[in-house]
């Protein structure tokens, strides 16, 4: 018998202004595509941006439903979109932010697992890490690459 220790390595900034420049565009770009949330029943609005190895960002915002299930996380929302549309091209990096009542939440909303499994699937797809920011206004995490957020990712099939 082993015992094994996980070790999970993120960075913390502070504001926006501490992001590098392409970091700093994504994570504005989620947070404007708050605006595309359909939230009636959660009342929690969440926007997602992928940033795409030719530069391209694609959004997306959750999407609610009176039949709780049909609806759909900001960030599969962004990746699904982003793929349909320029899947001849990486993800490099998706970052998400949430607001409630009109104000960024403080701390960063972090991915539920369905969506963790899809950033998997097209960070494989694309052969290199995907880095995620998880923006909030108080702070921001960035992670280097999805496994960070989904240890031992099941892609095996
Ligand atoms: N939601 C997202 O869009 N992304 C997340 O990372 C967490 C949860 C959405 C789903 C639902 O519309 C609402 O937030 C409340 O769970």
Redesign the pocket.
């Known amino acids: 018998m082993a015992n094994k220790v996980l070790k999970i390595e993120y960075e913390e900034f502070a504001s926006l202004d501490e992001l590098e420049a392409q970091d700093k565009a994504l994570a504005e770009a989620a947070i404007e595509a708050i605006k595309g949330?359909y939230?009636p029943?959660?009342k929690?609005?969440?926007g997602?941006a992928v940033r795409m190895s030719d530069g391209t960002i694609f959004t997306g915002?959750?999407?609610?439903n009176a039949a709780y299930p049909s609806?759909?996380?900001?960030?599969?929302?962004a990746m699904f979109y982003a793929h349909a549309h320029n899947g001849g091209e990486r993800m490099c990096s998706i970052a998400?932010a949430?607001s409630q009542n009109g104000v960024l939440c403080a701390s960063p909303?972090?991915?539920?697992g369905d969506?963790r499994q899809v950033m998997a699937e097209f960070q494989t797809e694309g052969g290199k890490p995907m880095s995620v920011l998880l923006v909030g206004g108080a702070k921001i995490w960035k992670y280097p690459n999805v496994e960070s957020l989904l240890p031992f990712i099941f892609d095996s099939l």
Request: hydrophobic share 40%; proline share 4%; net charge negative.
């Open positions: 949330s939230a029943y959660s929690f609005n969440v997602a915002a959750n999407q609610e609806g759909l996380c900001a960030e599969r929302t998400v949430a909303a972090t991915p539920c969506c």
